[in-house]
């Protein structure tokens, strides 16, 4: 292999996670980043989806963000949890470097995923 070949890359495993669309309506929790909002974390109410949207305002602190909650989501489905307690897992958590943090008494409720990628396109 020369510099000039391009590299493959395969994933050898990784954990299995949450899916990622929904019919149902959502839950959600702002991800924080001292005071400013660079996504939100979100469960199903009644299937079995979870997932992290970033929010567009946010810069690359919205997507960055997004690489650790997806991983605290697939550890998350390895250990059993189902998606609305993996949702509310990490609520009053210390700050993260990388997925930064959920606030306390935030979570709400819309009536569909939809709904919730408008509310990040901000």
Do not use: C
């Not at 929790?29 to 929010?55: Q, S």
């Amino acid at each position: 292999m020369s510099l000039q070949d391009q590299p493959r890359f395969e994933t050898l495993r990784a954990p299995e996670g949450y899916p990622r669309t929904t019919e149902s309506a959502v839950r959600f929790i702002p991800v924080l980043f001292g005071d400013t909002v660079v996504g939100y974390l979100w469960a199903a109410v009644t299937d079995d989806a979870a997932r992290y949207v970033a929010r567009a305002g946010a810069g690359d602190a919205g997507p960055n963000a997004g690489v650790a909650w997806v991983r605290r989501l697939r550890w998350a489905k390895a250990n059993g949890l189902t998606p609305l307690r993996a949702l509310r897992h990490w609520v009053g958590r210390a700050e993260d470097v990388r997925a930064g943090h959920l606030p306390v008494d935030a979570e709400r409720e819309l009536p569909g995923l939809s709904a919730l990628e408008r509310l990040a396109a901000d």
